[in-house]
Structure formats: C-alpha cells, structure tokens
C-alpha cells in the first residue's frame, strides 16, 4: 500500500495564482484531513471529509476550497495565492474520527512569491 | 478554548539520560491524547496515544487530568530518538470535535 500520496512535493506559485494540491489514499479510509504548517507552528486544520460528498472547514479555511468525489481523493483548491499561504501542506486519512490514528502524506513545501 | 502547549521548542539531552517532553492541554470535556513523530525525512506518525495505555520504543505518557498534562517520558534516550515531537489533543468521535488540535512541537536532540 501506498498509504497518502500528495503531489507535488515543491510549487512556487506567483501572487494570484491558483493551484490544486492533490491528495490520494488507498487505505479505503472514510476520514480524509488537509493541515497546513508555517515555520515554527503547530499542524493547523484547513479543511475535513468525513466521506465521499460531505466537506467542512477546519480553523483556517479562508482562500482555500476542497471536493471529495471519492473516498480516495481529496483535493486541495488555493484560489488568489497570497504570500500568507506559504507553508508545509499536510495531507492526512483515517479510518474514523477521535481515538482513531491519522496518517500522514509526505507534504508540499509550497512557496508563494 | 481548546489548547495544546509545549513549553519547550528544543530539549537537548546526552544518549543514556532520561528524556520528558512537556505536554499540557485545556479542554473543557475529557479528551484523547496523542503523541506523534516526525523523524528526519520521514513522515508525520503515531508515536502513542493515551487510550492504548502502551509503550512505544520505550516511551510512555500519562494523562494527568488533575495538572491537564500529558508528558512523554523515556528512560535512557537513544540517538535515533532525535526527531520532532507533536502533541495532539482530540474531544471525541463525533463532527469537528473529533479533530486533531496539536502544539507547536518540541525537537529532541540526542548527543552521542
């Protein structure tokens, strides 16, 4: 298995420009998450599925949208880059919510300049 | 507010010498409690999580609910114990409570 797969690795977006970060996991998890991280902060939580059709934001959702037309795609929509965005894009599943273990992508080092 | 702290951004220790890493939350409800790792090029992980009440590569946490704290402890740390440590807290099973809140992460180094 795979487990969570994100590509890509690195962009450097222009201000103003829009990107899809892409998120797939072949867990078969119902739970599929997208967090960002800036330098020195903790994992913060943009946007949440808690299955194919159902979506809801997370603490920071502001310039970012998501879909979940399947269970195993989840992905990320940067509408009007802003140098705000720069950061550590973290893409996560799990099987459930709560006690349930998260798992991890590899992340996105994504730049906006 | 729901919170997560980690008062120390480093901690920097001797292989052999026990090792804790500070964790303390607020939460109004009981909460579920985990550690997670990220060593070096590698993955965010579960390292543990209060409710398996395990041991995992010779770490141990306990929630103390009294102090709101719930500290990973170790030992005698070992070299590839160096890595980056979150704390995360979740209010439940259901809806957005569910959701992880992490802290800002402690490094761990450890000196041959």
């Known amino acids: 298995n795979a487990g969570v797969t994100q590509t890509p690795k690195f962009r450097i977006l222009k201000i103003g420009q829009s990107m899809t970060l892409q998120c797939a996991q072949d867990?078969?998890?119902?739970?599929m998450y997208w967090y960002r991280q800036d330098p020195g902060m903790g994992l913060k939580l943009i946007y949440y599925?808690?299955?194919?059709?159902?979506?809801d934001k997370g603490e920071v959702p502001n310039g970012y949208n998501v879909s979940r037309s399947t269970t195993e795609d989840f992905p990320l929509r940067l509408e009007l880059a802003a140098p705000s965005q720069t950061s550590v894009y973290f893409c996560?599943?799990?099987?459930?919510?709560?006690?349930?273990?998260?798992?991890f992508g590899p992340g996105t080092r994504l730049t906006v300049t | 507010a729901q919170r997560v702290t980690q008062p120390e951004k480093l901690l920097s220790v001797f292989k052999g010498a026990p090792v804790e890493l500070k964790c303390n939350y607020s939460?109004?409800?009981?909460?579920?409690l985990f550690w997670y790792v990220q060593y070096s090029r590698q993955r965010l992980q579960l390292l543990l999580r209060?409710?398996s009440r395990e041991s995992i590569k010779g770490f141990t946490a306990d929630l103390n609910k009294g102090e709101t704290s719930f500290h990973l402890k170790k030992p005698f740390a070992q070299e590839e114990d160096s890595a980056m440590y979150y704390c995360?807290?979740?209010?439940?099973?259901?809806?957005?409570?569910?959701?992880?809140?992490f802290g800002k992460g402690t490094k761990l180094s450890v000196k041959p």
């Open positions: 209060h409710i």
């Open positions: 939460y109004s409800g009981s909460p579920e």
């Open positions: 867990m078969n998890h119902n739970y």
């Open positions: 996560a599943s799990s099987y459930g919510g709560g006690p349930y273990e998260q798992y």
């Open positions: 995360a807290l979740s209010g439940g099973y259901g809806g957005s409570q569910g959701n992880l809140i």
């Open positions: 599925s808690v299955g194919a059709g159902i979506t």
